[in-house]
């Protein structure tokens, strides 16, 4: 798991530019699927077939984009201006190592204004900030056009004997965690279609959910995503890290779901924590759940420290979890799906 985690961290895609790497996240999933398409807008839908006439369907789905800068200037001394792509946090931009997509690929680091420099009291922004590539302004402009997509360095790797850091684990953890079972749903008999799915755009919307849950319309969903660590500075609604995945409950969810979901784990003997989401979950459930007629959706979350900075940091073991979960799910569904007629009556 730790490999493919690693893998998939180091891939760069931010929202919008995922064609960089979604036919790399096909090629994971294609030993173990019956068919991988890759829709127009980018998302990869890898579908498990059980080889029954009329089948029910289940999306094991996330997303694979992440957050980043994109080029919106090149000065005359050939600094680049920048703005964000999705929830980037600017407060640990400053001196940070970042890669420029160009045609090719050239190192940069965000310069600013040394503190002595500022203004006191004054916390600086986006906009006072630039990439320095060390190239001249020709150079540069041989090299990167307006529009160019920016991110953010691998970090650290294994981070002591239990837990992960790096990059986009955010949701490429997840993608990791989908692989995983995949791999095992394969060698299940199966009652039900199951469609392992890496979405685009969540960071900016949750656009490519919405397209492919309406494309392939399964009968149910489960939206796997990240939620908060709990780090030095917070502990308030998040989750010990390597304490077990979380089971969203609140109207974006299915209560037959999250009630079957929570089940399994007791019986597996799986490690969670019930997360309660009173409204939008932020998440590609909040998508999935109302398209076409609608569709019972479940959202499963792995505890992750400093989310939305180049330092994300989870536990393995977690992952390993959310893993074992959705093939416990998938092996357990039966022809009749009756029982999502269940609303917690």
């Not at 940070?96 to 916390?123: A, F, N």
């Not at 979901?261 to 759940?289: C, F, M, N, P, S």
Request: aromatic content about 6%.
């Amino acid at each position: 798991m730790e490999k493919l985690i690693q893998k998939l961290s180091d891939m760069r895609a931010v929202s919008g530019s995922e064609y960089r790497i979604n036919k790399e996240i096909a090629a994971l999933f294609e030993p173990y699927a019956d068919e991988v398409r890759i829709d127009t807008l980018g998302n990869v839908a890898a579908k498990i077939a059980c080889g029954k006439d009329g089948a029910p369907s289940v999306m094991l789905e996330a997303h694979m984009d992440e957050i980043g800068l994109i080029v919106t200037d090149i000065t005359d001394e050939g600094f680049l201006t920048v703005a964000a792509i999705g929830g980037v946090d600017w407060r640990v931009l400053p001196s940070s190592v970042v890669t420029v997509h160009g045609k090719r690929d050239v190192r940069g680091i965000v310069g600013i204004k040394p503190g002595y420099l500022q203004e006191s009291g004054k916390s600086p922004k986006l906009t006072d900030m630039a990439v320095d590539t060390g190239l001249s302004a020709a150079e540069v402009k041989e090299i990167v056009s307006i529009g160019d997509g920016i991110t953010f360095p691998q970090s650290v790797g294994k981070l002591g004997k239990k837990q992960f850091s790096g990059k986009t684990l955010d949701d490429r953890a997840s993608v990791a965690a989908i692989v995983s079972a995949a791999k095992r749903i394969r060698e299940l008999d199966l009652n039900v279609d199951v469609y392992a799915c890496a979405h685009v755009q969540e960071e900016v919307g949750c656009r490519g959910a919405k397209v492919s849950a309406f494309g392939i319309n399964p009968d149910m969903a489960i939206a796997i995503d990240v939620t908060h660590g709990i780090t030095p500075d917070n502990s308030e609604r998040a989750f010990k890290v390597g304490g077990g995945i979380t089971i969203s409950a609140g109207p974006n969810i299915h209560s037959a779901m999250f009630k079957r979901l929570t089940e399994i784990a007791d019986k597996r003997g799986i490690k969670y924590a019930v997360e309660v989401d009173g409204g939008e979950t932020g998440t590609d459930a909040w998508e999935i759940q109302p398209a076409r007629n609608g569709i019972p959706t479940a959202l499963l979350s792995i505890p992750l420290k400093y989310m939305h900075t180049p330092v994300e940091t989870l536990a393995i073991s977690d992952v390993e979890a959310l893993s074992d979960l959705l093939v416990e799910f998938v092996k357990e569904q039966k022809e009749d799906l009756l029982w999502l007629s269940f609303f917690g009556n």
